[in-house]
């Protein structure tokens, strides 16, 4: 018995000197997989692989992530180079994490080029080369350096390639730590250059770097960036979906100031009027950036001080050679486009435009390019509607810049107009912009961007559209004065003002129009009371009023005649008032042709499809008004008058590009 009880004690102090019982716990896969995906990038701690090289080698991985160096050196000889290379890479993440991000908040402030020579002369040399010192230096700069460096070498310097790894979750990871570390690289060196295009070689975090550009003509990044924005980073509200290729390298804004006519900084709400060249190129260029090491074997590559940041334009390169073989680039094609419209204000000057009282001129139209010019895409040009600006678009811009057919074979180009002016008048204007733009991208008329294009319209934007393409012959004008004395329309007739308005032919450069919710026709609710007060309020720019007056003064055209036009108390008809059925605008242009062959396509908003068809509308525009016969293809769709927000008109609408696409193809064989 005392031999039995000895026994049972001898087994229970072995039992508590080491020997584990393993138990088996069932737990929910969603908090084994939430685990797993717990690292230095998405959790702020070490991953469980790297966790286990560490531990594996008998380190502890919390003192190795607060001093990773000693930790990296031990580890070498001791595990995989496949696992020390990724672990090295996370372990310099946290380090880069833990330091304070001053350079790259500095990158990303705005406003550096709009400093004056002044400061200059005042010693601000002595600034720029104190940062450019303290970028060489920077502690997390050397990090993310270091971050970067370790990523390369597992994904180009181990035996096996990166296809061989293409399943698994730890080259993933690996990657992300890359591109993230790029990320803060590439904002360091922008501060290091103070934003000197293609300033090279640069001092940054303890690497002598060369800068190559890839993708931009000279034209598009002639003025220096004032600030470098992280992709990434950014989120957007009001923007459904934000497209990405995902790749090597991260994807950034670069902000470029704006190109004021003087060096006086302008404010948005003047910026429509201080110069009257209708084109805009974009100031927020997506770019792409990598960053390779110079040495051809590991060894060399993990001691070289020595690398180069390649930049991309994401829309035209969309991959490169690096380490004998060819991969896909990252890049984000909707950040660039999100920070335009957050920064430009384009909706508060649009209504300051039709409401504000004692504009001294109007603004004349402008054609907003969301990409450098590309002579090898076709264009699509795309109309807003009352009240409104390119922000009617966010969406179906963005869907279109996110789609990869696409985005190969077509450019935006987005018209900004007043709408409170009358829209013969805007029709005109956005004629002369749009020609201007076309002839001064291509004086010779022979790019693919030249020819076929397609123009969108919503709203008032589609009756301005289809009048882009329309021939009035005489018909408008004859229309227009059927309601003066026969002496006082011989005289009006020979006016090159208003022949220069009712008199046009469909510009050249158009191959297809698509229409959404365009009251062709006119829309019932302009003549609702409400609408009739908003009316009133309207105001027109003192340009127009003194032209209208000087015009009546020449042909002694008396108020009562005005009147019969639409004039109330001399002034001229609005935007909003040409848009009721019972205008003047409305009675000569409803039954204009569209130029013949041209083929178009009609979207239509219902708002109640219990209503029939015929009888309804989208809330302001009938159907019968945004109807159109000989329309290659009609979609209805349940919705209001914001129909060009819906996923259905979008979709509808890269179905008809597609088939766009599909058609210049045929042709272009031929």
């Not at 209503?611 to 016969?629: C, K, T």
Request: net charge neutral.
């Amino acid at each position: 018995m005392r031999g039995l009880v000895g026994l049972l004690a001898a087994l229970v102090l072995l039992g508590g000197s080491g020997c584990a019982v393993v138990k088996v716990k069932e737990r929910a896969f969603g908090d084994i997989a939430a685990e797993r995906n717990l690292d230095a990038l998405n959790g702020g701690k070490l991953s469980t692989a790297s966790a286990t090289a560490l531990g594996s080698a008998g380190l502890d991985p919390e003192l190795c992530a607060r001093d990773p160096a000693p930790c990296i050196e031990q580890l070498r000889p001791l595990a995989s180079s496949e696992s020390w290379l990724a672990t090295a890479s996370e372990l310099q993440l946290l380090r880069m994490n833990a330091a304070p991000a001053t350079v790259s908040k500095a990158a990303e402030s705005a406003g550096l080029s709009r400093r004056k020579a002044a400061a200059v002369e005042a010693g601000e040399g002595d600034a720029n080369a104190a940062a450019a010192s303290q970028v060489a230096t920077d502690e997390r700069t050397r990090a993310a350096v270091e971050t970067a460096r370790y990523a390369y070498a597992y994904l180009f310097l181990t035996a096996r390639t990166p296809e061989q790894r293409v399943f698994e979750a730890r080259q993933q990871r690996v990657l992300q730590y890359y591109n993230r570390a790029v990320d803060v690289v590439a904002q360091a060196a922008f501060e290091a250059s103070r934003g000197q295009v293609g300033a090279s070689p640069l001092r940054v975090g303890g690497l002598n770097l060369g800068i190559g550009l890839h993708g931009y003509e000279a034209s598009e990044i002639s003025l220096q960036p004032e600030a470098l924005l992280a992709s990434d980073t950014l989120g957007f509200d009001n923007l459904r979906a934000v497209y990405r290729r995902d790749g090597f390298g991260t994807g950034l804004v670069a902000v470029f100031p704006r190109r004021a006519p003087s060096p006086a900084p302008i404010t948005p709400a003047d910026e429509a009027s201080a110069d009257d060249t209708p084109y805009r190129d974009t100031r927020y260029l997506p770019v792409t950036a990598t960053l390779r090491f110079d040495g051809d074997s590991l060894d060399a590559v993990l001691a070289s001080d020595q690398a180069s940041m390649d930049v991309y334009n994401p829309y035209r390169i969309d991959s490169e050679t690096i380490g004998g073989r060819k991969v896909p680039l990252a890049a984000n094609y909707s950040a660039a486009y999100g920070v335009w419209l957050a920064r430009s204000e384009l909706a508060r000057l649009s209504l300051s435009s039709l409401l504000r009282p004692k504009q001294a001129r109007a603004f004349k139209p402008r054609i907003y390019l969301n990409q450098p010019y590309d002579p090898n895409k076709r264009v699509i040009v795309l109309v807003h509607g009352l009240a409104s600006s390119p922000e009617a678009w966010v969406n179906l811009a963005n869907e279109i810049l996110g789609d990869e057919a696409l985005r190969k074979h077509y450019q935006l180009w987005q018209v900004f107009y007043p709408t409170n002016i009358g829209i013969l008048a805007n029709r005109a204007a956005i004629a002369s912009a749009l020609d201007k733009t076309f002839k001064h991208y291509d004086p010779e008329g022979d790019d693919v961007a030249s020819r076929d294009a397609v123009l969108v319209g919503h709203s008032m934007g589609g009756v301005i559209s289809r009048l882009l393409v329309s021939d009035s012959g005489e018909q408008v004008l004859d229309e227009t004065l059927k309601a003066f004395d026969p002496a006082v329309a011989q005289r009006l007739r020979k006016e090159p003002l208003v022949r220069a308005l009712t008199v046009f032919q469909p510009m050249p450069q158009f191959g297809r129009v698509v229409f959404l919710a365009s009251p062709h026709r006119g829309a019932v609710v302009t003549d609702g009371w409400p609408l009739r007060m908003v009316r009133k309020l309207i105001r027109l720019p003192f340009d127009v009023l003194r032209e209208a007056a000087e015009l009546a003064q020449r042909t002694k055209v008396d108020q009562d005649e005005l009147q019969k036009v639409g004039f109330r108390k001399g002034r001229p008809p609005t935007g909003p008032d040409d848009l009721s059925p019972n205008s003047l605008f409305m009675r000569s242009t409803e039954k204009l042709p569209i130029e013949a062959g041209l083929p178009y396509h009609t979207i239509v908003g219902q708002r109640d499809p219990k209503i029939a068809l015929l009888q309804s509308s989208d809330g302001a525009v009938p159907y019968r008004s945004a109807h159109l016969d000989g329309a290659l293809s009609e979609k209805v769709i349940v919705s209001g008058h914001s129909v060009q927000e819906t996923p259905q008109a979008i979709l509808e609408l890269r179905r008809i590009l597609r088939v766009d696409m599909a058609q210049y193809g045929k042709n272009a064989k031929r």
